[in-house]
């Protein structure tokens, strides 16, 4: 990437870090005045020598701070022609950083990776509110069911609803001579309020093959500031981004994100015959908490994904 001196957050990014990450990043900002030059470089790319004018400082010792900036992965650096040789011009590139608290499962299983964009459902039965958006503008009209049938639909980047689902289907990629280990389904979604409210529970269910796995109450419709992946043109007065969330079905039982929730196995899921895997994310009439769903693709909210299964398998001997 070229710096350019008109740069306004050069990178608007989030950082998912692991703990391990999260403590050379938590190093990095650990003193105030590196902290302070990271909140100047949001601003704009800087070069040393103006950092260490606007922080009174030797041009060693800005130096120094910068590199421990650039080695956390919060800002780069890039030589670049000045009025006397060549100076470091220095620009910040995340404004947002996430810790993933979660820990990966250990296993010695085989893990297939599908994703699937949200627009890409085979059913759905869904009650206003309700509308899809790609990253360009609205499909179809808004409140209005028939628009979940529009061709266009399999752009979509943010769907939502009050009750009902949208089914998906998956390939079933095990192979014929493995063992099931587990299955996950990973997404980012929220509740559904009329425009958004960050107070509004919403009971979200997820069945596979028509076997009810768990309910997840989400706390609310998050809104009010914009999505890190949200295209400018939705309002920030709309919904702007989910909770990330995973659904596992292992041997023992169901979880949400590694806290179980049912006593439902791999076993009572019945695929190893199924040419594909179908999944169902919906708000069930008479839900506790009736808040509707959210569901964001890779272009819209804060995370980079779609729908996300893992499959993790065994090899038979």
């Given at each position: 990437?070229?710096?350019?001196?008109?740069?306004?957050?050069?990178?608007?990014?989030?950082?998912?870090?692991?703990?391990?990450?999260?403590?050379?990043?938590?190093?990095?900002?650990?003193?105030?005045?590196?902290?302070?030059?990271?909140?100047?470089?949001?601003?704009?790319?800087?070069?040393?020598?103006?950092?260490?004018?606007?922080?009174?400082?030797?041009?060693?010792?800005?130096?120094?701070?910068?590199?421990?900036?650039?080695?956390?992965?919060?800002?780069?650096?890039?030589?670049?022609?000045?009025?006397?040789?060549?100076?470091?011009?220095?620009?910040?590139?995340?404004?947002?950083?996430?810790?993933?608290?979660?820990?990966?499962?250990?296993?010695?299983?085989?893990?297939?990776?599908?994703?699937?964009?949200?627009?890409?459902?085979?059913?759905?039965?869904?009650?206003?509110?309700?509308?899809?958006?790609?990253?360009?503008?609205?499909?179809?009209?808004?409140?209005?069911?028939?628009?979940?049938?529009?061709?266009?639909?399999?752009?979509?980047?943010?769907?939502?609803?009050?009750?009902?689902?949208?089914?998906?289907?998956?390939?079933?990629?095990?192979?014929?001579?493995?063992?099931?280990?587990?299955?996950?389904?990973?997404?980012?979604?929220?509740?559904?309020?009329?425009?958004?409210?960050?107070?509004?529970?919403?009971?979200?269910?997820?069945?596979?093959?028509?076997?009810?796995?768990?309910?997840?109450?989400?706390?609310?419709?998050?809104?009010?500031?914009?999505?890190?992946?949200?295209?400018?043109?939705?309002?920030?007065?709309?919904?702007?981004?989910?909770?990330?969330?995973?659904?596992?079905?292992?041997?023992?039982?169901?979880?949400?994100?590694?806290?179980?929730?049912?006593?439902?196995?791999?076993?009572?899921?019945?695929?190893?015959?199924?040419p594909f895997i179908p999944v169902r994310i919906g708000v069930k009439p008479g839900a506790l908490n009736e808040g509707g769903i959210n569901?964001?693709?890779?272009?819209?909210?804060?995370?980079?994904?779609?729908?996300?299964?893992?499959?993790?398998?065994?090899?038979?001997?």
């Open positions: 990437m070229m710096l350019d001196r008109s740069d306004k957050l050069s990178v608007n990014r989030v950082l998912s870090a692991s703990f391990d990450d999260f403590l050379i990043i938590a190093r990095a900002l650990s003193t105030q005045l590196r902290m302070d030059m990271f909140r100047q470089l949001l601003q704009g790319p800087m070069n040393v020598a103006e950092i260490a004018e606007r922080f009174e400082l030797p041009v060693s010792t800005a130096a120094v701070n910068i590199k421990k900036l650039e080695d956390a992965g919060l800002i780069i650096t890039e030589m670049v022609p000045g009025t006397r040789g060549t100076q470091k011009l220095c620009a910040a590139v995340i404004n947002r950083i996430i810790l993933d608290a979660g820990e990966p499962v250990k296993t010695d299983a085989n893990c297939i990776e599908i994703l699937m964009p949200v627009g890409q459902f085979v059913d759905c039965s869904v009650t206003p509110t309700c509308g899809m958006v790609s990253a360009t503008g609205i499909i179809g009209e808004l409140d209005h069911p028939a628009s979940f049938y529009e061709p266009e639909r399999s752009s979509a980047q943010l769907l939502w609803f009050k009750t009902g689902y949208v089914e998906y289907r998956f390939p079933n990629r095990i192979p014929g001579n493995a063992k099931l280990q587990s299955i996950e389904l990973t997404m980012e979604i929220c509740s559904e309020a009329p425009l958004f409210n960050n107070d509004w529970p919403s009971d979200i269910t997820v069945w596979i093959n028509d076997c009810e796995i768990g309910t997840w109450t989400s706390p609310g419709d998050f809104g009010g500031e914009r999505g890190y992946l949200t295209p400018d043109w939705w309002g920030v007065h709309h919904t702007q981004f989910g909770l990330l969330k995973t659904w596992r079905v292992a041997e023992t039982g169901s979880f949400i994100d590694g806290r179980q929730i049912s006593e439902v196995t791999l076993s009572d899921l019945n695929l190893n015959k199924s569901l964001f693709g890779r272009q819209f909210g804060n995370y980079e994904t779609d729908l996300m299964m893992r499959i993790g398998y065994m090899e038979r001997g």
